[in-house]
C-alpha cells in the first residue's frame, strides 16, 4: 500500500467526533527545564564577562548555524511538503491534530531516509518544521491509530516549545546527565500527546514498536517480554548509565508508559539507579588510584626525569656540584645489591604479592628487620632500577655508562632466575 493509498483510506473512515487535545506534562519536565534554564543563564554571564568566551561561542555558532541552514535547504529543496493539493488526506491530519493542540499547523515535509525509521520537529528563525519519513509512515501500514500516534509525537514537540530556546540552553548541554535527563523527560511529555492523538492505547504502542522492530514484525512482537527487558536496565548500574547518557528512554520503558497494563506490577525500580552513583562517584577515586600507582613506576619516573629540560647554570653565581664518581669496586657493589633485593623479593613472592616499586620494597625491608642502609646503584648513587611484569619482576644496575636498559646493566630477571654482568656471566641465583 502506498502513502496516496494509506491517505485515501483514512479518509474513507467515517468521521469521529474531534476534541482537544490536553495533556499534562511529563513530572520532571519543568523543574529539569528551570534548572537548565537558571544554569545556562549563569553560564552565559560568565562567557560575556569573560570576553574570550564569547569568541568561542560565536565560533560554535557559526558551525551549527551553517550546520542548521545546510539541513533546512535539504528539507526544503527536497522533502515532499504536504499542502492542500500535497497528500492532502495526510495534510488534513496533520492539520487537524494541530489545531486540536491549539497551535499553528507547522510546515511538514514527508522525506525518504534510506529505509530510516524516524521522525523529527525543529525550528528555523521563525518557522517550525515537522519531518515525515516516509519508510515510518509505510511501515504503520494501514493502522491510523499508530500512523498518528508518531504525528502528534511531533507536534506535541512543537506545542510545548521544546523546539524553542535551543540556543540558550546549550551551554547546559555540557553539564553531564543534565541536558539528556531534559530530553528524556520530553520525551515523555510527546508521547502523551502522542498517545492522545491516537486515541487507542494499543496502536499508539505499535507506533513505538515500530521503532523498536521495524514494521513487518511489529505485529508480532510479544509488548509483554518487550517491556520486560527494562528490567535490565533497572537492575544494572552500566545499563543505567548507558539510558543517562542519552537523548531518549529506552523503548521498553516508553511501552510501558504507553500500555501500563502491559507491565502489570512489576514497576520496581531495581538496584541501577544506585549502582550508577557509586560508579559515578567512586570512578574518580578509582583513577586517582591508577594514576598515582603508575606515577611510582620507575619507568614512568625515568621518562618524566629525561623529559625535564636541563637546568641553566649561571656561571658567575652558580656554584658547581663535584660529579658523581663511581668507586673502584662499583660493578662487584652492584652485584652484591642487585642480589640483595633479588633474595628479599623471591623470599616475598613465596608468601603473597610482589613490591609494586623499589619504595615498596624499602617499606617491606623495614618491616622485616633490615636495619642497614638501604643499597643503591653504585654507579650513580641512586635507587637500583625496578620494575614488575604480572607475577614476576626485574632489578638491575645502569652499568656503567649510566643508562638503563643498555648491554652493559647488570640485573636479575626472575623469569631467567639469576643475576647477568656486564660481561653476561652468570654471577649467582638467589
Known sequence: MTLDDQS???SAQPPVAQHAI???????ERPLFILTAILASIIWLLLIVSGIGMVYV??????????????????RGSAVRLGPSQFPELYNTVDSLARRMGTRTPEVYLMQAGGALNAFAMRFVRSNFVVLFSDLLLACGDNKAARDMIIAHELGHVKCGHVRWRWFLLPASFIPFLA???????????????????????????????????????SSVNRTELIR???????????????????HPPLSKRIAEMDPSLAGN???????PALAVALILGLPFALTIVFWQLSQTEFVKKVRTAMQPAAVVDEDSATTEEPYVPPLDAEQRARAGVTQIAEFIELERKTGAIPWNIQ???????ARGFRAEFPVDPFDGEDFGYDHIRGDFIVWSIGADQ???????????????RIVSARGDTVRTP
Request: net charge positive.
Open 229 to 247: 527487558q527494562k528490567e535490565t536496565v533497572s537492575r544494572s548500574g552500566l545499563m543505567t548509565l548507558a539510558e543517562w547518557f542519552g537523548s
Open 8 to 10: 485515501r483510506a483514512f
Open 22 to 28: 490536553v495533556v499534562e506534562r511529563w513530572p520532571t
Open 403 to 417: 643508562r638503563s636498559w643498555t648491554d652493559d646493566d647488570i640485573r636479575y630477571d626472575s623469569r631467567i632466575g
Open 180 to 218: 539528556s535527563a531534559l530530553s528524556r523527560a520530553r520525551e515523555y511529555t510527546c508521547d502523551r500527546y502522542g498517545l492522545a492523538g491516537a486515541g487507542d492505547r494499543d496502536g499508539a504502542a505499535l507506533g513505538l514498536t515500530i521503532l523498536a522492530s521495524g514494521g513487518p514484525h511489529a
Open 58 to 75: 560565536a565560533s560554535f555558532a557559526l558551525f551549527f548555524g551553517i550546520m542548521k541552514l545546510v539541513l533546512v535547504g535539504q528539507v
Open 360 to 366: 615498596e620494597v624499602k617499606q617491606r625491608m623495614t
Open 266 to 272: 512489576s514497576r520496581s525500580s531495581g538496584s541501577g
